[in-house]
Structures are given as structure tokens and as C-alpha cells.
């Protein structure tokens, strides 16, 4: 493995401000300012926003100020770079009466080695608090807004999210008070509930807890372990894809997961993010339950799929806007998203790329581009499935780089991948065999050698070829087991968290964000990407008018009994092709983007919404073009009438439009139902043929059993319907075809046709709807 950076042995220390303390970690880098972001905020206005940096350097700790205007002061003098440690006080903005730090020793109640064991059992893992401060006498206001008696600095967290609030009988109870990302009892989302000693209340990456007389707060900061145990995948028939699989990850650990074809890689990393449980088993986020407090907990868990999980016809900057739109609360300032966008641009080495196409990049740098918005909310896991697939072994090796930085700087990361290239550069290897079982866990260096084998080809081949041999049983009997899973899971286990408080008197949650604000960021990022799509806009405005021109040809200058019929036959073709071409794509190019949003709390009613309101509006307007080429000018009661309601050419139009709506919304469907994009093309042809069959141009549909009833769930039938009705087809063109009851020019029989499609239109919604929940993470199908 390559050169690692020297182990921090700086102390822990306790930071103390006038308003409250917090325990400092040498592994984190502390933000000293007005920035609400920063890990110590001070509001005070002689302040800068951001003022100075207090980090651990090898033995000790040094702070840097970051260029402020009014100075960092310590006894009288100003200081630009100073070594601290207990004892040591600081001003910020003056030497008189700025705010003032103090830094203490850990006092021994709250050290990992001595706290109380009622801590582990507050967290689940051995992590002292972040704050500690007295329960308040009457309420606290919890927030990220600095004029909030507990700031969070967390851009998940809103201005003013939550209230602790002491009751007349003594006890408390935490009021979500309008937050966009909710706030959580025990994991699991409430408005309003009692919270008794020891619930964990999670407000954004923060948890806070009532112990004795004190409100302690637990700052998740992403050096979290990850323990797996016992994981079990069985599917129909009795074959498990995962076999007891056990294993740790310890903090700003790089774990790469490989194995053979069908060993069950991808089934474990669903199982580890949520996405599909499994049977089996726990994993546990630094100590708690990941699949109970999943609806909390699924924020902090980056995912980058195989597949891009961007709009690629957007650029890269633009993409992660709309992103940040969408995961952020809606007070979040635009320059407060800016700024954290253009952060993770600069982590990542985006920013010479940053207004390029995504489309336009190369493999390695879309898979940056997907990295960059997982990065967004500043999750402390991140899993990846096959980031190097297809990419040459100079992209290879710069990928697995960029994932070995990203869990040097604080994270958990955990990467499929069939790639043995740069398996060095891994703290870990998870070997699978085939049957879903661990053949091998520890650093990857070792493998080979406990194999016994020279090459990876080699040791893979055996898995393939050496079926008889007991590769799981091999390993639960070594050392290695042993050392790298038994010894080091080998630590307290929390009693577990309670149930969340059975008093509650507010109805269910609310969604994560505002609907209609996500219905909004949809509707821009949906419309941007299609009008960037140059080839779907070029089809888009030419299909009307071709199938217009098409029916003027036909209709010629009058609908007489020699045109009417293939006039309007063609108009139904030209608004069922139009509307469901335009979404028949449209879902299943974005399943992967879809189920990764959903994750962390995109609405499936306002994701759905979006996709109705841009292709509507593109529909109806195509529908009107496609109408007034095919009639404008046209004389289309020739006997001199009138429409039924309407002047002939509106009723037309109308039901032309509401047609194109219905077979979009029948578009949406198909792509809903479909499970690979180039299904779709032969599916949209059968809709077109089976519209021309059951539209009642061709036969009597009324007198034909069966097929009479099957033609109520054709849109065309009631779109041909409305218009016979409207130019009198019975008169026009008097054969027993034309004597269908529908065809009537009276107005019962025209709403009632025209209400038809609407009622499909919703049918069709709900039915989308319901195709949309299958996939979402199975913990959230509600």
C-alpha cells in the first residue's frame, strides 16, 4: 500500500464558548466563524465568516487564523499561527472583548475509557458527546439560523427546524416546528412526541439525548464504523445469494468488495445501503440499527449506481445546482448551495470541467461528476458499485485514488469493483464466493498469499473451477478470520435503542420537502435537459407538423364524405404517436436517478407531477399545431353546422389534445412497465396499430362483442368519438359504421367521450404511480 499519512496522537480536548462545550477529535479539522456551516459558529459581528482553522498537527494543536478582518487574539496579542492546548484562551475580533474560547482536558466522565456505560447505550458505539449543555428551563430552539439557541451548521438542517420544549408535568417533548428533512425519535420521523432519557432525537447529522440534568449532542462527522452481521439473501426456491455474511469497517476505511460473477456483490450492497434489506441479519451504523432507523440514517449514505445518476445533457456545474435544490432545505440560501457546490467541484478536481456537457466527459470524470453529488450532503458512507467498469487502467487507477482520498478525509468507503488494479490502495478486501459466502476479509496484500496463489486470474479461476472445496469453511478457520473480523468485532454491543415515544398527538409527517418546491426544481432540471437534447427537440417540433401535413392532404379543402374518415383517422394517429412518443423514454432512461433520489427523500407524487406538467404542456401545444395544419382553413362542416358545444375547429382541437395527453400519460405507463429502454420502440408501434384497430374507423365496434368492451380502455375510441360527433359523421358519411352510439352530435354523448379520456388519464397516473414504488428502497414503500 502506498505511504499513509502519520497517525494523529493529539489529545482530545473539550472546546468551551460562552454558550456551550464540545469535545475536539484530532481526526477532524475545525471552522472557527459566522458561517453557519462551520464546525464552531460564532455570531458575534466582529466575526468574520470564516475566521480560523483549529486542527491537530502530529502531538498537538495549532490554530490558524484564515485571514480575518478584526484578528485572532491571545493575551492582548494577535496571533496568525499558534500551538494550543489546555489552558489556552482565544478572542476572536478583539483582544477586549471578542468572543472568547477556552480549551480543557477531557474530564475523565466523558472519555471513551471511563464515560458511563449509559453512553454506549445513547449511541450505540463508544463516542463521547460533541456538546453538553443544561436541559433548558423552558424551550431550546434548535436550528441552523444563528439567532437559535442551539446553532447546527448543517446545510441539511433548516433555519428553524425543531423545539425541545420543557412540559408543566417535568418531562419534554421535541416539536418539529416546518423542517424540510423532518425531525426523528428513535429514527423514526414525528412532529411532535414526548422524549424521555436516553431517546435519541436526530435533527439533520446531529443526534441529541437527554442524560441527568444535561442535553448531549452527538455530531456525526463521518468517522463511523459499519458493522455487518450475519447478512442472509435467499431467494425464490431456497438459493441464497448471500450466506451469513460477517464482517467489519472500521473509520476512514477504503473496502474494496470483489469476487466472481454471480457471488453476490451487488446483492450486498444493496443489502448494506438500505436499498434491498436483507432476510437476515443487522448492520449497524456506528451501533445503530441501519434498517429500523433507515428513514433517519439513508441521508448520510452516499450511493453512486453503475449507471450515470445525472441528467448527462446538462453541464456539470448546472447538475449539481439542481441536485443541491433538491436535497437541501428550501430556506437554504442560493449562496449557501453555490457555495457547497462549488466546494465539491474543487474536492473533486471538477472545476476546469465544471461548465463542460456531462455527456461530453469521460468515463472517469462522469463517475467524479456522480461522486460530486453524493458529496453534496456530506455523507459519511459512501458505496460505489463498479466505478472503474470500461475504463482504461490509467482512469482506473485515478478513480481509485480519488475513493482512497475521500476516506482519508473522514469517510467510510466501500467499492464494488471486478477491477484487481489498484487493490492496493484499499485499507480492506471482501473476497465473495460463489453462493454469496466470504472466502476472504483483511488487507488485500495478504490474499494472494493466503490462497496460496501467484495471480489474481488464478485465484479467481479456482473459484470457478474448484467447486468442491469449502472456500468459506477455509477461511472461518484461519487467523485472519480471526483477527480481521471475530477480533475486531469484538467490542460492546448497545442494548439497543428504544421505541420511539408512544405519545405523539400530530399526524404523520409531512414529506421531507415542500411538494411543491420539488415539483418546481423538477420541472426546470426536466425542461432544461429536454430542450438541451437537441436530437428528442428536433423530433418533437417536426412529428406535428408532418402528421399535420399528412392530414390536410387527405382532408383537402373540405371534410366531405370522400375525406372525413381518413382525416380523422389520421389526427388520432397523429396525437396518440405524438403524445406517447414523447414519454414512452422517459421513465425507464431515469430508473437509476429515480431510485437514488427517492432514497433521500425525493417525493414520488411530485417526481411523477413533474413528467405530467413538461410533456403535458409539450403534448397539448403539439396536438394544437398538429390540428391547425391538418384543419385551419379547412371547411369542415360543409353543410354549414356548427359544432356541438363549440365552433368545429376548437371541439377538434380539443379532443386532439386530450387525446396526445392521454396516450402520453399511456406512454408513461409503458415505460413504467418496462425494464429496458429498447423495449420501448416495438411497444409505442403495437400502441399505434392497436389505436388504429380499436378507434371505430375500421369496424363497428358497438355491435362486436368483446371488442366493444376492450375499446373502452383505447383512447382513440372516445377521441374519434368526440370528433364524429362534432362534424356529424351519421350525416356526412351515412353507413351502418357510422350509426355507433357514440358518434351522436348531442352533448351527453360528446362529454361523455371526452370525459372517457380523462378518466384513462388518471387511471393510467395511478397505475404509474403505483409501478414507480417498485423501485424504491423496500424499507420505504408506504
Not at 349 to 356: F, P, S, T, V
Request: charged share 20%; net charge negative.
Amino acid at each position: 500500500m502506498g505511504e499513509r499519512p502519520a497517525a494523529l496522537t493529539a489529545p482530545q480536548l473539550v472546546l468551551e464558548t460562552e454558550s456551550d462545550s464540545q469535545v475536539i477529535s484530532p481526526s477532524r479539522t475545525y471552522h472557527l466563524g459566522r458561517d453557519p456551516a462551520s464546525e464552531i459558529v460564532l455570531s458575534d459581528p466582529r466575526v468574520s465568516w470564516h475566521h480560523a482553522v483549529l486542527h491537530a498537527d502530529g502531538t498537538h494543536w495549532i490554530l490558524d487564523d484564515s485571514g480575518s478582518t478584526n484578528g485572532t487574539f491571545t493575551d492582548g496579542h494577535r496571533v496568525e499561527h499558534l500551538d494550543v492546548g489546555p489552558g489556552s484562551v482565544m478572542r476572536f475580533g478583539s483582544a477586549a472583548d471578542g468572543p472568547c474560547c477556552t480549551l480543557h482536558e477531557v474530564p475523565q466522565r466523558v472519555t471513551p475509557e471511563r464515560r458511563p456505560s449509559a453512553l454506549t447505550y445513547i449511541t450505540g458505539s463508544m463516542r463521547p458527546p460533541t456538546t453538553v449543555r443544561p436541559l433548558p428551563a423552558k424551550v431550546v430552539r434548535i436550528g441552523r439560523s444563528l439567532d437559535n439557541d442551539l446553532v447546527v451548521g448543517d446545510l441539511s438542517v433548516s433555519r428553524r427546524h425543531a423545539e425541545l420544549r420543557a412540559r408543566p408535568d417535568g418531562r419534554y417533548e421535541i416539536a418539529d416546528v416546518g423542517s424540510h428533512n423532518g425531525t426523528y425519535l428513535n429514527g423514526s420521523p414525528v412532529l411532535n412526541a414526548l422524549v424521555g432519557e436516553g431517546d435519541l432525537i436526530g435533527i439533520g447529522h446531529s443526534v441529541f439525548c437527554l442524560v441527568g440534568d444535561e442535553l448531549q449532542q452527538y455530531v456525526d462527522t463521518g468517522d463511523v464504523d459499519l458493522d455487518v452481521d450475519g447478512l442472509t439473501v435467499t431467494v425464490a426456491g431456497g438459493r441464497r445469494l448471500l450466506d451469513s455474511v460477517t464482517f467489519p469497517v472500521g473509520q476512514k476505511t477504503l473496502l474494496a468488495v470483489a469476487g466472481p460473477s454471480g457471488a453476490g456483490k451487488s446483492t450486498l450492497l444493496n443489502a448494506l445501503t438500505g436499498l434491498r434489506p436483507a432476510d437476515q441479519g443487522t448492520v449497524r451504523y456506528d451501533g445503530r440499527d441501519l434498517y429500523r432507523d433507515y428513514a433517519e440514517l439513508r441521508r448520510r449514505i452516499g450511493l453512486v449506481p453503475q449507471d450515470d445518476i445525472l441528467h448527462t445533457q446538462l453541464p456539470v456545474r448546472r447538475a449539481l445546482r439542481y441536485a443541491a435544490e433538491l436535497r437541501f432545505p428550501d430556506d437554504t440560501a442560493a449562496a449557501e448551495r453555490e457555495a457547497r457546490v462549488e466546494e465539491v467541484i474543487a474536492e473533486l478536481g471538477l472545476g476546469k470541467r465544471a461548465d463542460q456537457v456531462i455527456s461530453s466527459l469521460s468515463g472517469g470524470q462522469r463517475k467524479r461528476v456522480s461522486v460530486a453529488l453524493e458529496l453534496l450532503t456530506k455523507p459519511s458512507l459512501l458505496f460505489l458499485d463498479e466505478p472503474t467498469s470500461g475504463l482504461d487502467p490509467g482512469m482506473d487507477r485515478s478513480v481509485m485514488q480519488m475513493l482512497r482520498n475521500l476516506a482519508d478525509d473522514g469517510r467510510t468507503v466501500v467499492v464494488v469493483t471486478h477491477s484487481v488494479l489498484s487493490l492496493e490502495l484499499c485499507d480492506r478486501l471482501l473476497l465473495l464466493a460463489p453462493g454469496g459466502r466470504i472466502a476472504y476479509y483483511g488487507p488485500p496484500g495478504e490474499t494472494l498469499d493466503f490462497f496460496g496463489f501467484q495471480q489474481w486470474p488464478d485465484a479467481f479461476d479456482a473459484f470457478e473451477n474448484d467447486t468442491d472445496r469449502d472456500w468459506a469453511g477455509d477461511y472461518r478457520d484461519s487467523a485472519p478470520y480471526r483477527r480481521y473480523v471475530t477480533g475486531a468485532m469484538d467490542h460492546p454491543r448497545p442494548a439497543g435503542v428504544p421505541a420511539p415515544a408512544a405519545e405523539t398527538n400530530a399526524p404523520p409527517p409531512r414529506p421531507p420537502q415542500r411538494w411543491t418546491k420539488q415539483v418546481s426544481t423538477l420541472v426546470r432540471r426536466y425542461a432544461t435537459a429536454l430542450t438541451a437534447d437537441r436530437t428528442f427537440l428536433a423530433v418533437m417540433i417536426a412529428l406535428p407538423f408532418v402528421m399535420g401535413a399528412m392530414a390536410r392532404a387527405l382532408a383537402g379543402s373540405s371534410l366531405d364524405e370522400n375525406s372525413v374518415f381518413n382525416a380523422l383517422l389520421i389526427l388520432c394517429v397523429g396525437g396518440v404517436l405524438t403524445g406517447a412518443a414523447n414519454a414512452v423514454r422517459e421513465l425507464v432512461k431515469e430508473r437509476v436517478i429515480y431510485q437514488r433520489e427517492r432514497a433521500v427523500g425525493l417525493s414520488r407524487s411530485a417526481y411523477l407531477w413533474s413528467k405530467i406538467i413538461v410533456l403535458g404542456t409539450v403534448t397539448v401545444v403539439q396536438a394544437v399545431v398538429l390540428t391547425m395544419v391538418a384543419l385551419l382553413g379547412v371547411d369542415i362542416r360543409p353543410d354549414g353546422g356548427s359544432g356541438v358545444f363549440l365552433p368545429p375547429l376548437v371541439e377538434i382541437t380539443l379532443a386532439v389534445a386530450l387525446l396526445s395527453f392521454t396516450a402520453m400519460m399511456l406512454g408513461l405507463l409503458i415505460s413504467a412497465l418496462v425494464k429496458k429502454e429498447e423495449v420501448t420502440m416495438p411497444l409505442l408501434v403495437l400502441v399505434a396499430i392497436v389505436q388504429v384497430v380499436f378507434c371505430g374507423a375500421l369496424i363497428r365496434l358497438d355491435a362486436t362483442p368483446v371488442l366493444a368492451q376492450l375499446s373502452w380502455l383505447v383512447p382513440s375510441r372516445w377521441a374519434f368519438a368526440a370528433m364524429a360527433g362534432t362534424v356529424e359523421l351519421h350525416s356526412t358519411v351515412p353507413k351502418p359504421l357510422t350509426a355507433d352510439p357514440f358518434f351522436a352530435p348531442t352533448g351527453a354523448a360528446w362529454l361523455l367521450n371526452m370525459g372517457m379520456m380523462v378518466v384513462l388519464s388518471v387511471a393510467y397516473g395511478l397505475v404509474v404511480a403505483r409501478l414507480l414504488r417498485r423501485h424504491e428502497p423496500a424499507v420505504m414503500r408506504r
